[in-house]
C-alpha cells in the first residue's frame, strides 16, 4: 500500500514562493509517476504538474516558467517549487502516485496554499 503525506503549505503574499513535499511510504517509489493536483473551492480538481519514473516533467499551462516539480528518489519525496504566486494559486494542493497500471493511483490528504491578494 502507497501512502502519501503532503507538508509545506500555508500563507503566503503574491509574488512569494513556497516548496510544497509529498513523502511516500514503500521501496518501490521510483517506480511511480508524481502528480501535484489542486482543488480551488467551487472548482474541479485539476492537474498542476506530472514527473514520471524517469523524471520527464509537465505542466499545466498556467504554471509554467513558475512552478517546478522535482523528486528525490533516496528519500522517497516528490517536490513542488512554487515561485511568483498569485492569488489563482489558492487552492488545496494533493500529491498523486500513479503506479505501472492506471487503477494504481494513490492520494495524500492535501495542503492547503492560500495566496492573499
Known amino acids: 500500500q502507497v501512502q502519501l503525506v503532503e507538508s509545506g503549505g500555508g500563507l503566503v503574499q503574491p509574488g512569494g514562493s513556497l516548496r510544497l513535499s509529498c513523502a511516500a511510504s514503500g521501496s518501490i517509489f521510483s517506480m511511480y509517476g508524481m502528480g501535484w493536483h489542486r482543488q480551488a473551492p467551487g472548482n474541479k480538481r485539476e492537474l498542476v504538474a506530472f514527473i514520471t519514473s524517469g523524471g520527464r516533467t509537465n505542466y499545466t499551462d498556467s504554471v509554467k516558467g513558475r512552478f517546478t516539480i522535482s523528486r528525490d528518489n533516496a528519500k522517497n519525496t516528490v517536490y513542488l517549487q512554487m515561485n511568483s504566486l498569485k492569488p489563482e494559486d489558492t487552492a488545496v494542493y494533493y500529491c498523486?502516485?500513479?503506479?505501472?497500471?492506471?487503477?494504481?493511483?494513490?492520494w495524500g490528504r492535501g495542503t492547503l496554499v492560500t495566496v492573499s491578494s
Open positions: 498523486n502516485a500513479q503506479g505501472p497500471s492506471m487503477d494504481m493511483s494513490y
